[in-house]
């Protein structure tokens, strides 16, 4: 007998095979079960006849609970009308475990209730949509980029200075007398990579101490950062127009069935093609006037701009030259208009907004400097990122792009939080964390006071976080 999984159940037809997973669903009529069984690589019914497993299996089946994990043999057929194309006859039936009262039916659920069953929620059908879906998207970024000769350089997550604005820094105590902050973006480190290699890529999680409480917005999230030497705006925008549409083709290609049970209007996706239209900020702002939206130029667009402005193009639009007040400090000012800077948004269609920020970066000295003064930043932090305008500096540029952003307009979605990513969590859903931080604090103030009262025994262990020789946060050395 062949232990199969159901996406492979299609080589199987007409042979005797095993299939382990869950009970997703079942529904009787009178001397037939039909079994929903679901393995991770996805749903198939099975077909219990009381004839085939006699009455006291098929008595078994009958109370069996959603979620009881099972094994069940039996013949794989083919059959037009069954939604993966077949069904399973089944032989006999092994309960693993039973489950009792799973507290996520069939019947709707709010979005609340849901969240705070994540843990189990994911094995919904829909939920393993997403996921395969992520996962998609993922390997497609990696292809794009590794098939284009970036090199993989992930940066670190502990950081000494900010990169996005001192505002949505989320502190980390780093042992007794260091204060880290959690990366919000590579791209500092991306750029000190990509003098060394050309073009890199980084790939791994971000965090932001967003308190907003928008639909578009997480405090931990997913994100790839290419960074290229000798690049200019221009360069920057093509390879996101690039990196998007091959993205969005990967999904249409390879993962369609998920797009079905999200119900995915598939067309819109279709039209996702390079090249994208490419606006100035000066633009978008006379569009937002027309749409009657009072927008004052100056500003940064807000999720109702953005969603205004993404909804009069048919694919995702590339706008570019935002006031230099509202970006980074790094970014490079338009010589020709230095108000402006040589930054670039890019915003999904259906009014999903920006999925991309990025642009040229400042590659002169002394503008850094003076950049790095005017943002109230402290130089001393920024001394190794000076050393790449000391040593060889060139124009270049590069991009972020938010996976959970990106897989949320693929897949259609609400509100990121939806979104089952990495578990990526949003600032509505904190009460827990409070509760935990309120208990995290109570403890590093008794071992401030020299106490380990979790192990009061644990002399080593204390001995070992209060030597004076622990590994230092590498701020300054090697950034
Ligand atoms: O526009 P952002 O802030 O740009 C940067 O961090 C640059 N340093 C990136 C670079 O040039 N290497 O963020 C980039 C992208 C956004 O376009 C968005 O997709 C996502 O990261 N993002 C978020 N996603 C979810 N929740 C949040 N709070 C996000 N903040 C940014
Ligand atoms: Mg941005």
Excluded at 425 to 450: I, K, P, V, Y
Aim: charged content about 30%.
């Amino acid at each position: 007998m062949t232990t199969v999984y159901i996406e492979d159940i299609a080589k199987h037809t007409g042979e005797p095979v095993r299939l382990r997973g869950w009970l997703h669903n079942r529904r009787s009529s009178g001397k037939i079960h039909f079994l929903t069984l679901r393995d991770g690589s996805g749903f198939i019914q099975c077909v219990m006849s009381k004839q085939a497993v006699g009455d006291a299996m098929f008595e078994t089946a009958d109370h069996l609970a959603q979620e009881s994990a099972i094994i069940v043999t039996g013949t794989a057929r083919a059959d037009a009308r069954a939604p993966g194309g077949f069904e399973v006859d089944v032989a006999s039936l092994e309960v693993v475990s039973e489950a009792k009262d799973y507290p996520i039916t069939p019947k709707e659920h709010g979005v609340d209730y849901l969240m705070d069953r994540r843990h189990l929620w994911i094995r919904s059908q829909r939920q393993q949509a997403v996921l395969r879906i992520r996962h998609e998207v993922i390997n497609a970024v990696r292809d794009f980029f590794n098939g284009k000769g970036f090199i993989l350089a992930d940066t670190p997550i502990f950081t000494p200075a900010a990169c996005e604005g001192t505002t949505t820094l989320f502190p980390v105590q780093y042992f007794e007398d260091t204060t880290a902050y959690l990366t919000q973006s590579g791209q500092l480190y991306n750029e000190a990579n990509a003098m060394a290699l050309g073009r890199v890529y980084a790939f791994g999680p971000t965090f932001r101490a967003e308190k907003s409480k928008t639909r578009r917005h997480l405090t931990e999230f997913w994100m790839v950062e290419p960074e290229m030497a000798y690049a200019t705006l221009d360069d920057v925008i093509t390879l996101s127009e690039e990196l998007v549409a091959y993205v969005v083709g990967r999904v249409l290609e390879k993962r369609k069935p998920e797009l079905k049970v999200l119900e995915r209007d598939t067309a819109k996706l279709e039209k996702v093609k390079a090249p994208f239209p490419r606006i100035s900020y000066d633009e978008a702002v006379a569009i937002l006037h027309q749409k009657g939206i009072a927008f004052e130029w100056g500003g940064d667009f807000g999720a109702p701009d953005e969603t205004a402005l993404s909804e009069e193009f048919d694919r995702p639009v590339c706008v570019h030259r935002y006031p230099s007040k509202v970006k980074a400090f790094y970014m490079k000012p338009d010589p020709d208009r230095p108000e402006v800077a040589l930054g670039v948004d890019v915003l999904a269609p259906e009014g999903y907004g920006e999925i991309i920020g990025g642009g040229e970066r400042i590659s002169d000295f002394d503008l850094l400097v003076a950049r790095i003064k005017e943002h109230g930043l402290p130089q001393e932090a920024f001394e190794w990122y000076l050393d790449l305008r000391r040593f060889g500096t060139v124009p270049h540029g590069g991009f972020g792009m938010g996976i959970e952003r990106v897989v949320s307009w693929i897949c259609g979605l609400e509100h990121l939080r939806v979104c089952p990513a990495g578990w990526a969590r949003d600032h509505g859903r904190r009460a827990g964390r409070r509760r935990h931080r309120r208990e995290h604090l109570r403890l590093h103030r008794q071992r401030e006071a020299g106490v380990d009262r979790r192990h009061p025994r644990n002399g080593a262990a204390q001995a070992r976080r209060q030597a004076p020789d622990r590994d230092r946060l590498p701020g300054r050395a090697l950034p």
